[in-house]
């Protein structure tokens, strides 16, 4: 959307867009919590190899 679309829209309209903005933008960042506490745990899970001396 452009700042020119933008001008043509109401305040309630900007108020509902701005909130599911905040809405998307707090799922998105819940998800990636999840994932990287999954690949946190897959790091600590997984056993480990101790690489041969050469």
Avoid: N
């Avoid at 020119?4 to 909130?19: H, M, N, Q």
């Avoid at 990287?36 to 899970?45: D, P, Q, S, V």
Wanted: a positive charge; proline letters at 6%; one cysteine or more.
């Amino acid at each position: 959307m452009t700042k020119a679309e933008l001008g043509l829209i109401g305040d309630a309209e900007l108020v509902e867009e701005l909130s599911l903005l905040t809405t998307q933008t707090a799922r998105m960042r819940a998800r990636m919590a999840d994932i990287m506490a999954e690949l946190e745990r897959r790091r600590c899970t997984r056993p480990t190899h101790p690489r041969p001396h050469r």
